[in-house]
């Protein structure tokens, strides 16, 4: 079974404040991705990465970094959280062959409140 | 830029009846198709992909290239069905990855 865990289900934080998002995969995936899900709004991509150090930007990146060292670790950084970036954050993992597209299999999600 | 549009926020059929969930895209290219469901208090997951053409739990979706469409259907609604289904797309044409792009949802209310 496929698992991919986020460190926090809710979050607290104040605007101003730097915020790091967790996101750990068990199966060895290449690529991981963020996005953010929002009432009304469906979900959006935030980054995505498919290998160690490598990133891309998603359709909503600003205000956003991310940091992949390892390849079965994904975060998520807000460099100064505002309030517009409260929502719900999801990660997700695939695996890739070059040959296609590949079931993302979701994290449980992280509610971020940002006061 | 690809787009994915779900009309309806909400839909309510009763148990037994028939439901189809409406998605469409816009995209130049040839795009992969997937519907994700989130069912309550769990996390979102793939509930079928066009490429493999199956029906899982009864459900099954016909890429329409000619009307850009990708709905969901299902003939007799069960009240487990109740959800929020997503459609995506991915534009994915080799290498690296892709992200997917998704509707806006549409909750999907079973009513007994």
């Known amino acids: 079974d496929v698992k991919v865990t986020q460190s926090s289900r809710y979050l607290v934080k104040r605007t101003g404040e730097k915020v790091f998002l967790e996101c750990v995969q068990d199966?060895?995936?290449?690529?991981m991705f963020w996005y953010r899900q929002d009432p009304g709004l469906g979900l959006r991509l935030i980054y995505f990465?498919?290998?160690?150090?490598?990133?891309e930007k998603g359709d909503i990146p600003e205000g956003y970094s991310v940091s992949r060292e390892k390849k079965e670790r994904f975060s998520l950084i807000l460099e100064s959280a505002s309030t517009n970036q409260t929502s719900m954050y999801l990660c997700?993992?695939?695996?890739?062959?070059?040959?296609?597209?590949?079931?993302?299999?979701f994290g449980p999600g992280t509610r971020l409140t940002v006061t | 830029a690809q787009r994915v549009t779900q009309p309806e926020k909400l839909l309510s059929v009763f148990k037994g009846a028939p439901v189809e969930l409406k998605c469409n895209y816009s995209?130049?290219?040839?795009?992969?198709l997937f519907w994700y469901v989130q069912y309550s208090r769990q996390r979102l997951q793939l509930l079928l992909r066009h490429i493999s053409r199956e029906s899982i739990k009864g459900f099954t979706a016909d890429l329409n290239k000619g009307e850009t469409s990708f709905h969901l259907k299902k003939p007799f609604a069960q009240e487990e069905d109740s959800a929020m289904y997503y459609c995506a797309l991915s534009s994915y044409s080799g290498g690296g990855a892709d992200g997917l792009t998704f509707g806006k949802g549409t909750h999907l209310i079973i009513q007994p």
């Open positions: 995209y130049s290219g040839s795009p992969e």
């Open positions: 997700a993992s695939s695996e890739s062959s070059g040959l296609g597209v590949y079931e993302q299999y």
């Open positions: 199966m060895d995936h290449e690529n």
């Open positions: 990465s498919y290998d160690v150090k490598m990133k």
